[in-house]
């Protein structure tokens, strides 16, 4: 069974800092990966998509890594600022044909000024 | 597009009524999903559909779960008899259904049952 966790479970940075937020699974036959947003009361938004044969994937401040091999993805985000703030949450697809997701338990970011 | 869209966006009811939740998903798109997040779990898939077919149900917790997905643009998760235990987010999201496409998550319905 596919476990997907996240680490750490809370940060608090100051706006302006680079920050690394992890995600690994324990499976690696997945198909893609996606990083999503949740902010309070609401549902979540699609940051990135990484496909399994893909290694990164940017978009804007923010930038996707993905190792397969190790069961590992980070979430970059550069030059915080406190609209940053939010639940990160990552998610790995297991089958091919549809977006299938186990997601992460997240990490909920503050972004202090 | 709108997006998904869900409804009621909260919902109060009492331990032993029916619950109906409802979820249009984008158009064009023919997967459709149920979520289920609590601060104990996490999101948890419950069932998706594929051309309006139920593909994997496992997630559905108890027989007092149904979903249904009559045509294209219309779904409906329903609850009977509710219980205090169902009490969570249910989030709906569609995606295309091909190979690395990105799902889109409806705001949720937030249900609480007294």
């Known amino acids: 069974k596919q476990e997907v966790t996240q680490i750490p479970a809370a940060l608090s940075v100051p706006e302006g800092e680079n920050l690394v937020l992890n995600c690994s699974f324990t499976?690696?036959?997945?198909?893609?990966l996606q990083w999503f947003r949740q902010d309070p009361g609401k549902g979540l938004t699609s940051l990135l998509l990484?496909?399994?044969?893909?290694r990164e994937q940017t978009s804007g401040r923010l930038n996707a890594s993905l190792d397969k091999s190790s069961g590992r993805s980070t979430l970059y985000i550069a030059a915080s600022q406190p609209g940053d703030s939010a639940t990160y949450l990552c998610?790995?697809?297991?089958?091919?044909?549809?977006?299938?997701?186990?997601f992460g338990t997240g990490t909920r970011l503050q972004v202090t000024l | 597009d709108a997006g998904v869209i869900q409804s009621p966006r909260h919902e109060v009811t009492e331990m032993g009524q029916e619950v109906t939740l409802r979820c249009k998903p984008i158009?064009?798109?023919?997967?459709l999903f149920w979520y289920r997040q609590t601060m104990m779990r996490g999101l948890e898939l419950l069932i998706y559909f594929n051309n309006n077919v139920p593909i994997d149900d496992s997630g559905m917790p108890e027989d007092r779960f149904s979903a249904k997905m009559p045509n294209a643009s219309f779904s409906t998760l329903k609850i009977q008899p509710s219980e205090p235990r169902d009490s969570a987010v249910y989030f709906c999201?569609?995606?295309?259904?091909?190979?690395?496409?990105?799902?889109?998550f409806g705001q949720g319905t937030r249900l609480t049952v007294v």
């Open positions: 998610a790995v697809s297991i089958t091919g044909t549809a977006s299938k997701l186990t």
């Open positions: 999201a569609s995606s295309l259904g091909r190979r690395n496409t990105e799902a889109f």
């Open positions: 158009s064009g798109h023919n997967s």
């Open positions: 990484i496909q399994s044969s893909q």
């Open positions: 499976d690696s036959a997945i198909y893609n």
